[in-house]
């Protein structure tokens, strides 16, 4: 059984900084593509940053230079670093896996999912 629970949400002021973690069970980490979705009150789920099993990683415009996603297959745990968070990054935020080809930011790509984690950025 696949399983995926991230933790390391929080409450920050604009500027700050928060941690990601997101622990793999139940796949080969080391070969799928994993991947950090957000989606915010009324708004549509949004890809953030994706890390394919190749070392490879691929971020949406509006967090590039500030995100860094990370994998750490001895753990098997796929890591989201937020620096100088905005409160525009405020969302509940999604690790997804999926272990077919073409690592992209589309949702639908996915078939395992976390429950997520809530991020609020205040200005």
């Known amino acids: 059984q696949v399983r995926l629970v991230e933790s390391g949400g929080g409450s920050v002021q604009a500027g700050g900084s928060l941690r990601l973690s997101c622990e793999v069970a139940g796949l080969v980490f080391r070969t799928a593509c994993m991947s950090w979705f957000r989606q915010a009150p009324g708004k549509e789920r949004e890809g953030v940053a994706s890390?394919?099993?190749?070392?490879?990683?691929h971020y949406t415009d509006s967090v590039k230079g500030r995100f860094t996603i990370s994998k750490d297959n001895t753990k098997t745990t796929l890591y989201l670093q937020m620096n100088n968070l905005k409160p525009e990054d405020t969302a509940m935020y999604y690790c997804?896996?999926?272990?077919?080809?073409?690592?992209?930011?589309?949702?639908?790509?996915?078939?395992?999912w976390g429950q997520g984690t809530q991020v609020t950025v205040s200005s």
């Open positions: 997804a896996a999926h272990t077919s080809s073409y690592c992209l930011l589309a949702p639908r790509q996915y078939n395992y």
């Open positions: 890390a394919a099993s190749s070392g490879n990683s």
